[in-house]
């Protein structure tokens, strides 16, 4: 699928208000074309959720936000820099982007506290006590203040991703983007991890979610994006976009992943 049909207009120029603009971005991996002309804008204390079949490029484009993956072609710029642009100190950007992964990337020989604390120190420049006392808060925000002392191990896995969530914070960004944050968590475990999102979006932080939460994205976005075969096929308020989809793909999908009644959607 190579044609986005349905598109809900939004205003949210690039600058002023906005925290990430994409523009005619594309993204090939050899001979396969990944991302197709995304053109997209996220507002400061915006939360997007990006959704759509496996291969449908939100990963892929998320990684592009902060040059994970270096685009085929298009601009990005995230708070008024352009990321894209060949001369960008991007370390210095990236210090302002917090990013939570499907897996929790936390180091298996430190503790809770020193994961929170070494990239304060390194990158910020930080002090000791001042690094634990920003880890210590951030730990408190996502209810994990208890296992400061603990090693990944002795965690479950949604401990460990709300882990990954606090140590992102501790950086303080300006905006976070998630990828699939739980889909690598059992079922019991993925409601304290959303928990710790929605309260991060009450807050006002600014978030790009690549999500199969549906319920997630429904109750906290914003916008939903719903994405194929790498393009922008419909987005819009979530109580369009996954209750009353205009699209027949987004109808489709979402006809696999819901529960119809469920979503609401119409005969």
Known sequence: MKDAVT???????????TAIHIADLHKSFGDLEVLTGIDLDVRRGEVVCVIGPSGSGKS???RCVNLLEEPTSGTITVAGTEVTDENVDIDRVRRGIGMVFQSFNLFPH?????NLTIAQRRVLGREKDEARKVARRNLERVGMTEKESAYPAKLSGG??????IARALSMDPQLMLFDEPTSALDPELVGDVLSVMRRLAAEGMTMLVVT?????AREVADRVVFMDGGVIVEEGPPEQVVVDPQHARTREFLSRVLDPAAADLPD
């Not at 401990?159 to 990954?164: H, I, K």
């Open 159 to 164: 401990q460990q991703q709300r882990v990954a």
């Open 7 to 17: 598109k809900t207009e939004h205003a949210s120029p690039a600058g002023g208000d």
């Open 60 to 62: 892929t484009l998320l």
């Open 212 to 216: 199969h939460e549906m319920s997630f």
């Open 110 to 114: 430190l503790t809770v506290i020193e």
